[in-house]
């Protein structure tokens, strides 16, 4: 029996409404930076939303990338999301534990760019749910293995090369998840070599404006005019940066809900694009 998803969010009355569903997978994705002091693998053990599963963003990476998160391989990538039991039937729901859509987004970015478009994010995440006193569960669940088919869609996906053309030639709007201080250079970046400041012409919207205080998304309205207000056209392309390709994701989350089409990760982000010797930086707002 297949399940469709009102993608790209869905609500936690409906997620409440389907958990019994055999096609019904749900992921913990969630993950921090070290200086959160969270762990996630912990905190899913002591409550998670019944039937779901836990993935460190970091196994589903390519391991031998220079750059953290960096997407892997499609046949490998699918053969890991297979192993947790999502197939190409699989209606998929992930959520993380931020209350700001911090990394949840990434595996959904990651699904999507492989081709499989019946997947989620719960809106508001774990602590939404947890506030609604709904259930929560200690079980650890699994799930047998399925196909998962990839199909990468290449458009959603930039790299150096790529990026170097976009600056150049003003083809894409880049869009910058990170804060105002690293965007500017008034704040140092978390990894050592890494230069502050931002790609030429960029735009800066912070990933966590992109969400109410509940932790759900703008309405759709609030979300075009945010994006506006940074000059940011959403009927324009756009390609999205932040560190490491985390939360650029939840920026293009809130793009696909506000109807953006022509959108795109740079997969290395800030932490590549700061590393190399040559590659042109602008720092102040």
Request: net charge negative; aromatic share 8%; charged share 20%.
């Amino acid at each position: 029996m297949s399940l469709l998803l009102p993608t790209p969010l869905v609500s936690t009355d409906w997620l409440a409404q389907h958990l019994d569903h055999a096609a019904l997978r749900i992921v913990d994705a969630s993950w921090y930076l070290p200086s959160a002091g969270r762990a996630p693998r912990e905190e899913f053990a002591s409550g998670h939303i019944p039937g779901a599963v836990y993935v460190d963003l970091d196994a589903l990476a390519d391991e031998n990338a220079l750059y953290p998160h960096t997407l892997a391989a499609p046949d490998v990538l699918a053969a890991r999301l297979g192993a947790l039991g999502i197939g190409d039937d699989t209606a998929l729901v992930v959520y993380d534990g931020s209350g700001q859509n911090f990394s949840a987004p990434r595996l959904w970015w990651m699904v999507r760019t492989m081709g499989h478009a019946n997947v989620a994010v719960l809106d508001g995440g774990l602590p939404k749910w947890t506030r609604e006193e709904r259930l929560l569960s200690v079980t650890i669940t699994s799930y047998p293995a399925a196909t998962f088919t990839p199909r990468l869609d290449a458009a959603r996906w930039r790299d150096l090369e790529a990026m170097r053309a976009t600056v150049a030639n003003g083809s894409e709007q880049v869009v910058d998840a990170r804060s105002l201080g690293r965007f500017s250079a008034t704040e140092a970046e978390p990894r050592a070599g890494v230069r502050g400041g931002h790609m030429p012409g960029a735009h800066h919207v912070h990933y966590a404006t992109m969400v109410q205080s509940d932790g759900t998304m703008l309405p759709v309205e609030q979300l075009r005019q945010k994006f506006a207000d940074a000059g940011v056209d959403i009927n324009a392309p756009i390609a999205a940066s932040c560190g490491t390709g985390i939360t650029a994701c939840a920026v293009l989350l809130a793009l696909d809900v506000a109807g953006a089409t022509q959108t795109a990760l740079y997969d290395g982000s800030w932490t590549e694009w700061g590393s190399q010797p040559d590659t042109p930086v602008e720092t102040g707002a």
